[in-house]
């Protein structure tokens, strides 16, 4: 079952240009998924497996405290392989038929006000080549809702500052050209010129965005920057990379904002995902009534 595993995991990679990140998630769940078979079910082959064996699986990661997303997700990639599997003609049938995915509650995502937004990014003022290259960060993500992924992807390429903005690949290797605003511009400019041939050091390559050493910044490099000014900017929400993508699209809504233009921007697939904003800035409403309205 790994090399199946394997198969499959280059078929979605090479064939089906999925990104690194949903690769991820099929390698882990798959993972799980086959020791199960192999410890607990105790099969040899792949065939062996039927409707009830994955019940069985799907029961014992709900006993372990699984969420339903999570239960969800698994099911997918369970869906996703075996699928692949008949396709191959590995096995005759698909045992994962039929079985259906626990609805997910969409859960209104955490967003910062926008004084709390001025507040992280003026926590990264200074002159040091450091401060100047958080702030380009920041910057960028509240000015385009980008993915943390996709910020410590971009290359000096993408970025079209004289044309006012940046070219994105999403997930599955979408493009996606995203607006940029003139702060955002000014900061990533001063940043591209000043800050980072002093980080780059004697490195070279394309990478926007570079470390101490002037290697790319990776995901948790950042996080521990987000962590540090969040600190620093005396915000008591819990805060996360995606918070400033959050942000961005809500108060791009409650300005206004067409909802097919946000998707566009957010790389959205479906409609449906970016209209979860629109949720927030209702609670937003009722937020600001039952303070101010005196028969609230």
Same mark, same amino acid.
């Given at each position: 079952? #790994? ?7 280059? /078929?979605?990679?090479?064939? &089906? $240009? =999925?990104?690194?990140? +949903? *690769? ?25 497996? #039927? ?7 799907? /029961?014992?990661?709900?006993? &372990? $405290? =699984?969420?339903?997303? +999570? *239960? ?225």
């Amino acid at each position: 079952m #790994e090399n199946h595993i394997q198969d499959f995991l280059h /078929y979605t990679s090479v064939e &089906k $240009g =999925r990104s690194q990140n +949903t *690769i991820q998630s099929y390698r882990r769940d798959l993972t799980q998924y086959e020791q199960y078979i192999k410890n607990v079910e105790q099969l040899q082959t792949v065939n062996q497996i #039927e409707r009830s064996t994955i019940m069985n699986y799907l /029961y014992f990661i709900k006993d &372990k $405290g =699984r969420a339903d997303t +999570t *239960i969800a997700r698994t099911i997918s990639s369970i869906r996703a392989f075996h699928q692949f599997l008949q396709r191959e003609r590995v096995t005759e049938k698909d045992p994962s038929l039929h079985i259906e995915s626990p609805k997910a509650v969409k859960k209104i995502p955490k967003v910062l006000t926008m004084k709390e937004v001025e507040a992280l990014l003026d926590s990264a003022d200074g002159n040091t080549s450091f401060d100047i290259r958080n702030k380009a960060m920041l910057e960028i993500l509240y000015a385009t809702g980008i993915r943390v992924s996709e910020l410590c992807s971009l290359q000096l390429e993408d970025m079209h500052l004289n044309m006012g903005f940046i070219r994105c690949d999403g997930n599955g290797k979408k493009e996606r050209i995203i607006p940029i605003g003139n702060i955002a511009n000014q900061i990533v400019l001063q940043y591209i010129n000043e800050a980072r041939p002093e980080l780059l050091k004697k490195k070279n390559h394309n990478i926007l965005f570079v470390n101490h050493h002037g290697n790319p910044l990776s995901r948790q490099g950042f996080w521990k920057v987000l962590k540090k000014l969040s600190i620093k900017a005396n915000i008591e929400k819990e805060l996360t990379p995606h918070t400033l993508r959050h942000s961005f699209a809500t108060h791009l809504l409650e300005n206004g904002a067409d909802l097919r233009a946000v998707q566009e921007m957010l790389g959205h697939a479906d409609i449906s995902t970016t209209q979860i904003y629109t949720h927030v800035t209702k609670a937003r409403l009722k937020d600001v009534y039952s303070s101010f309205h005196p028969r609230a």
